[in-house]
């Protein structure tokens, strides 16, 4: 029986960040998401979420927290607009 059979896609998805070391994650919920934020409420002693106020800025503090850490960037928005918002940020984390 495998450590996953019981687990949602969600959760699996915010175990492997947790084991990649991703610490922070900036983001803004929504209805597509909202299964993702609830794993990570329920982890918030091991990653932190990080509320913003728009898409890009939560790719945009990604990028920034990369790049002044050394550490892994993360960001999270629903999908359509949303997602394009990350999008036009994310351009500069490459």
Not at 24 to 45: H, K
Not at 70 to 78: E, F, H, I, P
Request: hydrophobic share 45%.
């Amino acid at each position: 029986m495998s450590e996953y059979e019981n687990m949602r896609i969600a959760d699996i998805l915010t175990e492997a960040l947790i084991d990649w070391n991703v610490n922070v994650i900036f983001g803004l919920p929504g209805d597509g998401i909202n299964g993702f934020i609830e794993t990570l409420r329920q982890r918030q002693n091991k990653i932190k979420f990080i509320l913003v106020r728009h898409e890009e800025s939560a790719a945009f503090m990604a990028c920034a927290y990369s790049k002044y850490t050394g550490k892994l960037g993360a960001c999270v928005a629903t999908s359509g607009p949303s997602a394009i918002h990350l999008l036009n940020r994310l351009h500069d984390a490459i």
